[in-house]
């Protein structure tokens, strides 16, 4: 009778349907290990998890200010070539205006020094032309003087006498010369 009485109870107990007392020390357990997960291990997780996030977003936000930074630097950089480049023509045409101003003052130290060289030539000629005329002044008077006496058979040795032919006669052939220069 006992193995019909166990017969009919397992008949009775469906395999699906845990016993109570089971299902209540499973809950139990369930509970005390949720308990012990929820006050131990759930904290450190959402701290390595809370860590993480805040690494995430302050290494974007880090990447973000460096990358605004770098921006900024760039500008920077921009502004300070594009002044370079400025500076560097403002100082190429300073000197080229210096360069132009330098050799129009050249210019004008070359006219002038060669306006002195001519004008301290023709002084020169000038004087040779006087002395020449001087010279052969008295070339021509004391041939002339010589030729004339030896044509007229005196002597012409009376000096003021002597430069008084000469002049005229010298003034008279200037005075030719300058009226056949007038005529071409």
């Known amino acids: 009778m006992n193995r019909v009485v166990t017969l009919a ?8 349907l845990p016993a109570w007392p089971e299902v209540i020390i499973g809950l139990l357990c369930f509970f005390i290990v949720f308990g012990f997960l929820g006050k131990k291990l759930l904290p450190s997780i959402e701290k390595v998890l809370q860590e993480r996030r805040d ?8 990447a973000e200010a460096a990358q605004a930074e770098a921006q ?45 060289i001519v004008a301290a030539g023709h002084a020169q000629i000038e004087a040779d032309k006087k002395q020449a005329t001087t010279a052969l002044r008295q070339d021509v008077g004391s041939l002339a003087s010589q030729l004339a006496s030896r044509i007229v058979g005196e002597s012409l040795e009376d000096h003021a006498r002597q430069s008084g032919v000469i002049d005229r006669f010298l003034d008279e052939l200037e005075a030719k010369a300058a009226s056949s220069a007038g005529a071409k």
């Open 9 to 16: 109870a397992e008949e009775q107990m469906n395999p699906l």
């Open 72 to 116: 900024v630097l760039l500008e920077q950089y921009r502004a300070e070539l594009a002044e370079a480049r400025h500076e560097a023509a403002r100082i190429t045409e300073h000197a080229r205006e210096q360069g132009a101003a330098l050799v129009a003052e050249m210019r004008e130290e070359g006219q002038r020094q060669r306006e002195a």
């Open 55 to 62: 690494a995430i977003e302050g290494g974007m936000e880090r």
